[in-house]
């Protein structure tokens, strides 16, 4: 397909939406259109690097608002969407499922509908060029086993409400491409981390707790295995999946980086422990602590990135040992930017607890 010349990018204040949004505006000749409604997790200072940049226009928006997608549609005619508005934090889900069916299904109901209405108003090369790029998580696959990998073929078994409204999205994006036609990819990512990134997260959430002196709480035993994608890695496969990505399929994105929750704990212990030391000399491990395990806690994540590889090209340009580096390092240089946040509200406190009633 030709370069779209100018792209919607649904959630581009998020974490990483904001990664999106910048390295379209440094990387590609596109016109950005970042629509965001500016929940808590939104952070205009992400995108301070583009903000006066020519190419560059902002929204404030709900993406449930569909008389407002329409406007916005009016307005900057896009020819693609980038789809990251979600609700993401899987504990939250958990105490409070309403936000995520709203936002995340009903959300992209709304989405879907105005771009196809837009779409259909497109002839010729802009009608067949346009894209609809639906990002989602690798999380709608459900838990693994000590072996095997999630590919583009396993089968849906969402584990939370996060996942299951993550799933119905999906769901959703391929009906409207099926039914309507319309030109859609969508891609299932592994975890990512990296700058910017909203400190009840597990990584953000154990460095600041670190350089606070305070326990750093550890699901159940720690087993846990997550993949872990670098978020500037990831930004660049959304790119590709976008502008070189088949209508219909789905892309895999991962970073051949498992790793237990406690070994991703323990990294960024003796991480902080080199480049900011106690002042007691006592290294971060102690602060280490074991407490009840989330509700519904799926056991192994792993992708298979292969497809987007052979096919797109794409592979990761961090291993986890330097994107952890990175990341840790970011945060120790930004104190300007997560400090705001951690003071207004309980950012770092634990949610997510309710448990399953026996019955």
């Not at 900011?276 to 000399?281: E, F, L, Q």
């Amino acid at each position: 397909m030709p370069q779209p010349q100018t792209i919607l990018v649904t959630g581009g204040a998020g974490f990483i939406g904001s990664a999106v949004v910048r390295l379209l505006i440094a990387e590609t000749g596109a016109r950005v259109v970042n629509l965001d409604a500016m929940t808590y997790a939104a952070s205009g200072t992400a995108l301070a690097a583009v903000e006066g940049n020519p190419r560059y226009a902002f929204e404030q928006a709900d993406i449930r608002d569909g008389d407002r997608l329409a406007e916005v549609f009016a307005r900057h005619r896009p020819d693609a969407v980038m789809h990251l508005a979600a609700e993401s934090h899987v504990d939250r889900s958990i105490d409070g499922p309403e936000d995520f069916i709203q936002t995340n299904v009903v959300g992209t109901f709304r989405l879907l509908q105005a771009a196809r209405s837009h779409w259909e108003t497109l002839e010729g090369a802009a009608r067949d060029g346009f894209r609809f790029h639906h990002i989602s998580t690798d999380e709608v696959f459900g838990s693994l086993g000590a072996d095997g990998y999630f590919t583009e073929d396993t089968a849906y078994d969402p584990r939370s409400p996060y996942s299951a409204s993550k799933a119905a999205s999906d769901h959703l994006v391929r009906a409207w491409g099926e039914t309507y036609g319309l030109p859609v990819v969508l891609s299932n990512c592994s975890n990512n981390y990296g700058p910017y990134h909203f400190p009840e997260k597990l990584i953000p959430l154990m460095i600041l707790k670190g350089l606070r002196g305070e326990k750093l709480p550890v699901y159940g035993d720690g087993s846990n295995v997550r993949d872990w994608l670098y978020v500037e890695d990831h930004a660049r496969a959304l790119w590709t999946v976008l502008s070189q990505g088949v209508p219909g399929q789905s892309y895999n994105v991962g970073g051949h980086n498992e790793k237990t929750n406690l070994e991703v704990v323990e990294t960024i212990c003796d991480l902080l422990d080199k480049h900011a030391p106690r002042g007691d000399g006592v290294s971060r491990r102690t602060q280490i602590g074991f407490v009840t395990d989330r509700p519904g806690h799926d056991h192994r994540y792993a992708i298979d990135p292969g497809k987007i590889g052979r096919e797109l090209g794409w592979t990761p340009r961090e291993t986890f040992e330097t994107g952890i580096e990175k990341t840790v390092r970011w945060y120790l240089d930004n104190e300007a930017w997560w400090r705001p946040i951690i003071q207004r509200q309980d950012a770092l406190g634990r949610i997510g607890t309710k448990a399953r009633k026996a019955g």
